[in-house]
C-alpha cells in the first residue's frame, strides 16, 4: 500500500549485496506466542529505547479511516517508549504540514486524541521533521542564513505546532543539503523555546555515523554536531537499512561506535516490513545481533522501527505485532501501561466523528473503528 508521495527514503542509494538474505529465512509467528503471557512491571528507564515512526496515519491518502496508534498499548506484551508523529514538512511560503495536510485539519483528530492517551500512559510523544520530502532545510526554511527573516517565520510555525499538541520533543531528519551552522542554531533554539527535558533527536542514515560520514545525505558532519551540542542531542535513530546499514550483524553498529558514539545513544534502526525497504532483517537473526551487541556493549539504545501501519508480522490489519516482537527481543519485561477513562473513551469517540466527518479531506467509512468503550480501564 503505497498511500502517500512524501515518503522517507523512497530511495535505495547502494546495496550491500553480501548481506542480503531471501525473505524466505523470515519467521515471524515463532515469537509472537509468548507475547500475552508477559506480566506487567514498571520499566525503570527507557533503556533499550523501543520506539516507531507512525506516518501513515490513514487508509488512504485522502479520506479514508484513520489508523488507530492505541493497540500500542491496548494490545499485550508491548514495552514501547517513544513514537515519533510524522512527517512534518516546512513549506516555503506556506503553513506547515503533516504529511499532505495541515496538522489542524479534522482528520487528525483522532490521531491528536489518541496520543493524549498514549502521552497519558508513559509513551514519549514526538514529532518529527523532514524525511525524504525536501523543503524544510533549505536556505529559505530551516536553514536560511543568519539575518534572514526565512528562518524566523517558518521556524515558528514549527514551534508552535510542537506547544499546540504538547509534542515532548523532536525528531530531526535531514535528507538534503544543510549547514553544520543551521542544524547548530536549529538545536540550540529548541533547547532554549522548549528547555531542558524536551528530546531532541537526530535520524540520520547509519552511515552517516560511521567513521567514512558517507553517503550521509545532509552533507553536514553528525562527529561534529555531536562535539558541539552533543548534550542537547538525546540520541540518533541510525537508518540501517536501504543500504546505509543492517543488523544482519553487528558490523553498522560496532563501525558507528568505532567513531566515538556512545551506543547508548544509538537507536538502530530497521524497516518494520520488506514493503518499507531494504533489507529486511527477521526476527530471529535481529536477537543474536542484539543480544551479541547488548554482550559487547552492555547496554545500546534501542531499537526504532520505520513505520507503524504495516509492520510484520501483522500486515495492516494488526501492525502493532511488529512492536511486540520487538518487545520480546528488547525489553521483554516491560510492556507499556494502558490507562483509558471513561472521560478518554468518550473523547476518543468523538475525535473519531470529526476525523471522518466529510469536511473535503476526510469521507466518512467508519469500518475500522476502535471500540474505544472496551478499553476503559480507570
Ligand atoms: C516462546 O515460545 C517458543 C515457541 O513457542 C518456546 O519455545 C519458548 O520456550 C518460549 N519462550 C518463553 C520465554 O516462554
Ligand atoms: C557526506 O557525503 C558526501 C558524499 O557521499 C561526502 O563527499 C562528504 O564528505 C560527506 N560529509 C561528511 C561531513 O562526512
Known amino acids: 500500500m503505497k498511500l502517500f508521495v512524501l515518503r522517507f527514503l523512497l530511495f535505495s542509494v547502494i546495496t550491500v549485496p553480501s548481506l542480503a538474505r531471501p525473505l524466505s529465512d523470515y519467521h515471524g509467528g515463532q515469537l509472537a506466542n509468548n507475547a500475552t503471557t508477559l506480566p506487567i512491571e514498571t520499566a525503570p528507564t527507557d533503556l533499550p529505547r523501543?520506539?516507531?515512526?507512525?506516518?501513515?496515519?490513514?487508509?488512504?491518502?485522502?479520506?479514508?479511516?484513520?489508523?488507530?496508534?492505541?493497540?500500542?498499548?491496548?494490545?499485550?506484551?508491548?514495552?514501547?517508549?517513544?513514537?515519533?508523529?510524522?512527517?512534518?514538512?516546512?513549506?516555503?511560503?506556506?503553513?506547515?504540514?503533516?504529511?499532505?495536510?495541515?496538522?489542524?485539519?479534522?482528520?487528525?483528530?483522532?490521531?491528536?486524541?489518541?496520543?493524549?492517551?498514549?502521552?497519558?500512559?508513559?509513551?514519549?510523544?514526538?514529532?518529527?521533521?523532514?524525511?525524504?520530502?525536501?523543503?524544510?532545510?533549505?536556505?529559505?526554511?530551516?536553514?536560511?542564513?543568519?539575518?534572514?527573516?526565512?528562518?524566523?517565520?517558518?521556524?515558528?510555525?514549527?514551534?508552535?505546532?510542537?506547544?499546540?499538541?504538547?509534542?515532548?520533543?523532536?525528531?530531526?531528519?535531514?535528507?538534503?543539503?544543510?549547514?553544520?551552522?543551521?542544524?547548530?542554531?536549529?538545536?540550540?533554539?529548541?533547547?532554549?523555546?522548549?528547555?531542558?527535558?524536551?528530546?531532541?533527536?537526530?535520524?540520520?542514515?547509519?552511515?552517516?555515523?560511521?567513521?567514512?560520514?558517507?553517503?550521509?545525505?545532509?552533507?553536514?558532519?553528525?562527529?561534529?554536531?555531536?562535539?558541539?551540542?552533543g548534550g542537547d542531542i538525546a540520541y540518533y535513530n541510525a537508518q540501517l537499512y536501504n543500504g546505509f546499514g543492517t543488523l544482519f550483524d553487528t558490523r553498522s553498529f560496532d563501525s558507528v561506535v568505532s567513531a566515538g558514539y556512545d551506543p547508548k545513544k544509538i537507536v538502530a534502526g530497521q524497516i518494520t516490513t520488506p514493503a518499507n525497504g531494504g533489507s529486511f532483517v527477521p526476527f530471529e537473526q535481529l536477537k543474536a545481533t542484539m543480544n551479541a551487541l547488548v554482550q559487547k556493549y552492555g547496554q545500546i539504545g534501542g531499537i526504532m522501527g520505520w513505520e507503524y501501519f504495516n509492520g510484520m508480522p501483522g500486515g495492516t490489519s494488526e501492525p502493532w505485532e511488529w512492536a511486540q516482537q520487538i518487545t520480546l527481543i528488547l525489553r521483554p519485561n516491560f510492556p507499556a501501561r494502558l490507562i483509558v477513562t471513561e472521560g478518554d473513551a468518550r473523547k476518543l469517540d468523538e475525535a473519531w466523528e470529526v476525523s471522518v466527518g466529510g469536511d473535503g479531506a476526510s469521507v466518512a467509512e467508519g469500518e475500522g473503528k476502535p471500540d474505544y468503550r472496551a478499553m476503559i480501564n480507570a
Open 50 to 229: 523501543l520506539a516507531i515512526y507512525y506516518q501513515t496515519t490513514h487508509t488512504q491518502a485522502t479520506g479514508g479511516d484513520p489508523i488507530s496508534i492505541l493497540p500500542l498499548i491496548a494490545e499485550k506484551g508491548i514495552a514501547l517508549t517513544h513514537i515519533y508523529i510524522c512527517t512534518f514538512h516546512v513549506r516555503y511560503n506556506d503553513v506547515i504540514h503533516l504529511n499532505d495536510f495541515p496538522p489542524d485539519n479534522a482528520r487528525f483528530t483522532t490521531l491528536w486524541q489518541e496520543v493524549e492517551v498514549l502521552r497519558n500512559s508513559g509513551i514519549k510523544v514526538m514529532g518529527m521533521v523532514g524525511g525524504a520530502s525536501a523543503g524544510s532545510f533549505t536556505t529559505r526554511t530551516l536553514d536560511a542564513p543568519e539575518g534572514d527573516t526565512n528562518f524566523e517565520k517558518h521556524y515558528l510555525q514549527l514551534r508552535d505546532v510542537l506547544r499546540r499538541y504538547n509534542l515532548q520533543g523532536l525528531d530531526i531528519d535531514v535528507e538534503q543539503r544543510m549547514s553544520l551552522n543551521g542544524m547548530l542554531r536549529l538545536v540550540r533554539r529548541l533547547r532554549s523555546d522548549f528547555g531542558p527535558d524536551f528530546i531532541i533527536t537526530q535520524a540520520p542514515v547509519g552511515t552517516a555515523l560511521m567513521p567514512s560520514g558517507s553517503p550521509n545525505l545532509s552533507g553536514f558532519p553528525y562527529r561534529q554536531l555531536e562535539d558541539t551540542v
